[in-house]
Protein backbone atom coordinates (compact mmCIF):
# COMPACT_ATOMS: atom_id res chain seq x y z
CA UNK A 1 0.00 0.00 0.00
CA UNK A 2 1.17 3.85 -1.12
CA UNK A 3 2.41 5.54 1.93
CA UNK A 4 3.60 9.05 2.85
CA UNK A 5 4.40 10.25 6.41
CA UNK A 6 6.18 13.65 6.92
CA UNK A 7 7.89 14.55 10.31
CA UNK A 8 8.23 16.55 12.07
CA UNK A 9 4.37 17.14 12.95
CA UNK A 10 4.86 20.89 13.44
CA UNK A 11 8.35 23.01 13.56
CA UNK A 12 9.12 26.24 14.88
CA UNK A 13 12.01 28.08 14.28
CA UNK A 14 13.23 31.13 14.49
CA UNK A 15 13.73 34.21 11.78
CA UNK A 16 17.06 32.80 9.91
CA UNK A 17 17.31 29.48 11.28
CA UNK A 18 17.77 27.17 8.75
CA UNK A 19 16.30 23.23 8.68
CA UNK A 20 14.88 20.61 6.88
CA UNK A 21 11.19 19.14 6.46
CA UNK A 22 11.48 14.89 5.79
CA UNK A 23 9.04 13.17 3.76
CA UNK A 24 9.19 9.59 3.30
CA UNK A 25 7.05 7.11 0.70
CA UNK A 26 6.47 3.93 0.30
CA UNK A 27 5.45 3.36 -3.39
CA UNK A 28 5.50 0.48 -5.56
CA UNK A 29 6.24 2.77 -8.60
CA UNK A 30 7.01 6.43 -8.16
CA UNK A 31 5.74 8.75 -11.02
CA UNK A 32 6.72 11.91 -9.00
CA UNK A 33 6.97 13.51 -5.61
CA UNK A 34 5.27 16.67 -4.94
CA UNK A 35 5.76 19.55 -2.68
CA UNK A 36 3.16 21.93 -1.95
CA UNK A 37 2.43 24.78 0.57
CA UNK A 38 -0.98 25.77 2.39
CA UNK A 39 -1.94 28.78 4.12
CA UNK A 40 -4.85 28.26 6.22
CA UNK A 41 -8.00 28.18 4.47
CA UNK A 42 -6.39 27.60 1.31
CA UNK A 43 -5.48 25.22 -1.04
CA UNK A 44 -2.07 23.96 -1.89
CA UNK A 45 0.10 25.83 -3.64
CA UNK A 46 2.60 24.04 -5.99
CA UNK A 47 6.44 24.19 -5.32
CA UNK A 48 7.95 21.31 -6.59
CA UNK A 49 7.77 17.94 -8.36
CA UNK A 50 10.55 15.49 -8.26
CA UNK A 51 11.03 12.71 -10.46
CA UNK A 52 13.63 10.72 -10.20
CA UNK A 53 16.58 9.67 -7.16
CA UNK A 54 18.95 12.50 -6.62
CA UNK A 55 16.99 15.20 -8.25
CA UNK A 56 17.19 18.90 -6.81
CA UNK A 57 15.18 21.82 -7.25
CA UNK A 58 15.43 25.07 -5.88
CA UNK A 59 12.99 28.10 -5.29
CA UNK A 60 14.08 30.96 -3.37
CA UNK A 61 14.82 29.89 0.15
CA UNK A 62 13.47 26.25 -0.60
CA UNK A 63 15.59 23.27 -1.87
CA UNK A 64 14.03 19.76 -2.34
CA UNK A 65 15.69 16.86 -3.06
CA UNK A 66 14.36 13.19 -3.49
CA UNK A 67 16.51 9.79 -2.81
CA UNK A 68 14.74 6.30 -3.51
CA UNK A 69 12.99 6.63 0.10
CA UNK A 70 12.71 10.04 1.28
CA UNK A 71 12.74 13.59 -0.07
CA UNK A 72 13.54 16.53 1.84
CA UNK A 73 12.66 20.15 1.71
CA UNK A 74 15.35 22.52 2.92
CA UNK A 75 14.50 25.91 3.90
CA UNK A 76 17.46 28.37 4.31
CA UNK A 77 17.13 31.40 6.38
CA UNK A 78 13.59 31.49 7.13
CA UNK A 79 11.64 34.28 7.30
CA UNK A 80 7.70 34.52 8.70
CA UNK A 81 6.47 34.74 5.73
CA UNK A 82 7.49 31.12 5.10
CA UNK A 83 5.19 30.02 8.03
CA UNK A 84 2.72 27.32 6.38
CA UNK A 85 1.93 23.80 6.17
CA UNK A 86 4.19 21.81 3.73
CA UNK A 87 2.62 18.74 2.12
CA UNK A 88 4.24 15.80 0.51
CA UNK A 89 2.43 13.46 -2.22
CA UNK A 90 3.41 10.87 -4.17
CA UNK A 91 1.87 9.99 -7.13
CA UNK A 92 2.17 6.15 -8.21
CA UNK A 93 3.63 5.03 -11.92
CA UNK A 94 -0.04 2.95 -12.44
CA UNK A 95 -2.84 5.67 -11.99
CA UNK A 96 -4.19 8.83 -13.78
CA UNK A 97 -2.62 11.07 -11.90
CA UNK A 98 -4.04 10.96 -8.04
CA UNK A 99 -2.03 11.82 -5.10
CA UNK A 100 -1.53 10.55 -2.03
CA UNK A 101 -0.83 12.97 0.52
CA UNK A 102 0.86 13.15 3.73
CA UNK A 103 -0.02 14.66 6.95
CA UNK A 104 1.90 17.69 6.40
CA UNK A 105 4.59 19.71 8.67
CA UNK A 106 3.11 22.75 10.14
CA UNK A 107 5.56 25.50 10.11
CA UNK A 108 6.41 28.52 11.98
CA UNK A 109 9.17 31.10 11.99
CA UNK A 110 9.28 34.02 14.37
CA UNK A 111 10.70 36.98 14.13
CA UNK B 1 -1.78 34.24 -11.31
CA UNK B 2 -4.33 31.26 -10.23
CA UNK B 3 -4.82 28.65 -12.58
CA UNK B 4 -7.63 26.76 -11.09
CA UNK B 5 -10.48 28.18 -9.82
CA UNK B 6 -13.51 27.18 -7.14
CA UNK B 7 -17.10 28.21 -6.78
CA UNK B 8 -18.41 28.72 -3.97
CA UNK B 9 -15.53 30.02 -1.67
CA UNK B 10 -17.84 29.59 0.89
CA UNK B 11 -21.17 27.59 1.57
CA UNK B 12 -23.63 27.45 4.60
CA UNK B 13 -26.70 25.53 3.98
CA UNK B 14 -29.71 23.32 6.36
CA UNK B 15 -28.85 19.66 6.56
CA UNK B 16 -31.28 18.10 3.84
CA UNK B 17 -30.29 20.59 1.24
CA UNK B 18 -27.68 19.73 -1.64
CA UNK B 19 -25.00 21.68 -2.46
CA UNK B 20 -23.24 21.92 -5.62
CA UNK B 21 -19.40 23.19 -6.39
CA UNK B 22 -17.72 24.07 -9.44
CA UNK B 23 -14.06 23.90 -10.06
CA UNK B 24 -12.78 25.38 -13.50
CA UNK B 25 -9.13 25.28 -15.09
CA UNK B 26 -8.92 28.24 -16.52
CA UNK B 27 -6.30 28.54 -18.99
CA UNK B 28 -5.99 25.15 -19.68
CA UNK B 29 -7.84 21.36 -20.54
CA UNK B 30 -8.20 19.23 -17.90
CA UNK B 31 -9.76 15.56 -19.28
CA UNK B 32 -9.29 14.22 -15.41
CA UNK B 33 -9.69 16.81 -12.27
CA UNK B 34 -9.44 14.98 -8.64
CA UNK B 35 -11.56 16.03 -6.03
CA UNK B 36 -10.68 16.18 -2.36
CA UNK B 37 -11.51 16.52 0.90
CA UNK B 38 -9.65 17.75 4.03
CA UNK B 39 -10.91 18.27 7.24
CA UNK B 40 -9.36 20.64 9.85
CA UNK B 41 -5.72 20.03 11.00
CA UNK B 42 -6.03 17.22 8.59
CA UNK B 43 -4.19 16.56 5.22
CA UNK B 44 -6.26 15.88 2.01
CA UNK B 45 -8.28 13.17 1.51
CA UNK B 46 -8.98 11.79 -2.61
CA UNK B 47 -12.57 11.27 -3.15
CA UNK B 48 -13.17 11.31 -6.56
CA UNK B 49 -11.21 11.49 -9.93
CA UNK B 50 -13.86 13.32 -12.42
CA UNK B 51 -13.53 12.01 -15.91
CA UNK B 52 -14.23 14.11 -18.89
CA UNK B 53 -16.99 12.18 -21.35
CA UNK B 54 -17.13 9.35 -18.59
CA UNK B 55 -18.12 8.25 -15.15
CA UNK B 56 -16.25 9.31 -11.93
CA UNK B 57 -14.23 7.06 -10.17
CA UNK B 58 -14.47 7.22 -6.41
CA UNK B 59 -12.24 6.11 -3.54
CA UNK B 60 -13.15 3.36 -1.55
CA UNK B 61 -15.65 4.84 1.68
CA UNK B 62 -17.04 7.51 -0.50
CA UNK B 63 -20.61 7.48 -0.93
CA UNK B 64 -21.23 7.88 -5.23
CA UNK B 65 -24.63 8.68 -4.82
CA UNK B 66 -23.88 11.29 -2.04
CA UNK B 67 -21.02 13.29 -3.86
CA UNK B 68 -22.48 13.19 -7.57
CA UNK B 69 -19.90 14.33 -10.00
CA UNK B 70 -20.27 15.74 -13.33
CA UNK B 71 -17.18 16.77 -15.77
CA UNK B 72 -19.33 18.68 -17.96
CA UNK B 73 -16.69 19.80 -20.17
CA UNK B 74 -12.89 19.78 -20.11
CA UNK B 75 -12.55 23.12 -17.84
CA UNK B 76 -15.56 22.57 -15.56
CA UNK B 77 -16.19 19.58 -13.06
CA UNK B 78 -18.77 19.83 -10.76
CA UNK B 79 -19.04 18.19 -6.77
CA UNK B 80 -23.07 18.09 -5.88
CA UNK B 81 -23.42 17.44 -2.15
CA UNK B 82 -26.03 15.44 -2.20
CA UNK B 83 -28.75 16.01 0.99
CA UNK B 84 -25.72 17.35 3.24
CA UNK B 85 -25.86 16.25 6.65
CA UNK B 86 -23.25 18.16 9.67
CA UNK B 87 -21.13 15.82 9.36
CA UNK B 88 -20.38 16.52 5.05
CA UNK B 89 -19.34 20.28 6.57
CA UNK B 90 -15.57 19.93 5.39
CA UNK B 91 -13.46 21.88 2.79
CA UNK B 92 -13.59 20.73 -0.78
CA UNK B 93 -10.88 21.07 -2.50
CA UNK B 94 -10.02 20.51 -6.48
CA UNK B 95 -6.65 19.81 -8.38
CA UNK B 96 -6.22 19.58 -12.13
CA UNK B 97 -2.78 18.11 -13.82
CA UNK B 98 -1.53 20.25 -16.35
CA UNK B 99 0.99 18.91 -18.83
CA UNK B 100 3.74 20.71 -19.76
CA UNK B 101 6.14 18.63 -21.02
CA UNK B 102 6.17 17.27 -17.29
CA UNK B 103 2.77 16.49 -15.19
CA UNK B 104 2.32 19.23 -12.55
CA UNK B 105 -0.94 19.43 -10.70
CA UNK B 106 -2.56 22.76 -9.23
CA UNK B 107 -5.32 22.86 -6.59
CA UNK B 108 -7.72 25.18 -6.21
CA UNK B 109 -8.48 27.78 -3.52
CA UNK B 110 -11.25 25.31 -2.06
CA UNK B 111 -15.10 25.11 -1.07
CA UNK B 112 -15.82 25.60 2.77
CA UNK B 113 -18.88 23.68 3.29
CA UNK B 114 -21.42 24.17 6.46
CA UNK B 115 -23.93 21.90 7.34
CA UNK B 116 -26.24 23.50 10.18
Known amino acids: EDQVTQSPEALRLQEGESSSLNCSYT??????LFWYRQDPGKGPEFLFTLYSAGEEKEKERLKATLTKKESFLHITAPKPEDSATYLC????????????FGQGTTLQVKP | GAVVSQHPSRVICKSGTSVKIECRSLDFQATTMFWYRQFPKQSLMLMAT?????????EQGVEKDKFLINHASLTLSTLTVTSAHPEDSSFYIC????????????FGPGTRLLVL
Open chain 1, 89 to 100: AVQHTGNTGKLI
Open chain 2, 95 to 106: SAPRRGGLETQY
Open chain 1, 27 to 32: VSGLRG
Open chain 2, 50 to 58: SNEGSKATY
